[in-house]
């Protein structure tokens, strides 16, 4: 690992209290992942709320998963954010 990616996760670590393995491993989960397949994306979604020690709403998830599943992700930052949001 270079210092730049040292770096990165030190601040993930420190702002997120995320262990970089943790990362590592969601990673290694996704990169031969079926998108379309609404079970992978809902397994997803939870790791990656509890990752993140944060609660989802069944109604936040469903959301979440529906928009991956159907390739509805929005592309620019602010929209993404407003899909979390909501």
Same mark, same amino acid.
Not at 1 to 26: E, H, R, T, W
Not at 71 to 83: G, V
């Given at each position: 690992?270079?210092?730049?990616?040292?770096?990165?996760?030190? @601040?993930?670590?420190?702002?997120?209290?995320?262990?970089?393995?943790?990362?590592?491993? /969601?990673?290694?989960? %996704? !990169? &031969?992942a079926n998108f379309s397949d609404e079970?992978?994306?809902?397994?997803?979604?939870?790791?990656?709320? @509890?990752?993140?020690?944060?609660?989802?709403?069944?109604?936040?998830?469903?959301?979440? /998963?529906?928009?991956? %599943? !159907? &390739?509805?992700?929005?592309?620019?930052?602010?929209?993404?954010?407003q899909l979390f949001k909501k």
């Amino acid at each position: 690992m270079n210092n730049f990616q040292k770096g990165l996760f030190d @601040k993930i670590q420190q702002n997120a209290n995320i262990n970089p393995q943790d990362i590592y491993k /969601v990673a290694d989960s %996704v !990169k &031969n992942a079926n998108f379309s397949d609404e079970n992978t994306v809902r397994n997803l979604v939870r790791n990656l709320a @509890k990752l993140a020690n944060k609660p989802i709403s069944k109604e936040k998830e469903d959301k979440i /998963v529906q928009s991956i %599943v !159907k &390739n509805k992700i929005p592309a620019d930052a602010q929209s993404l954010n407003q899909l979390f949001k909501k």
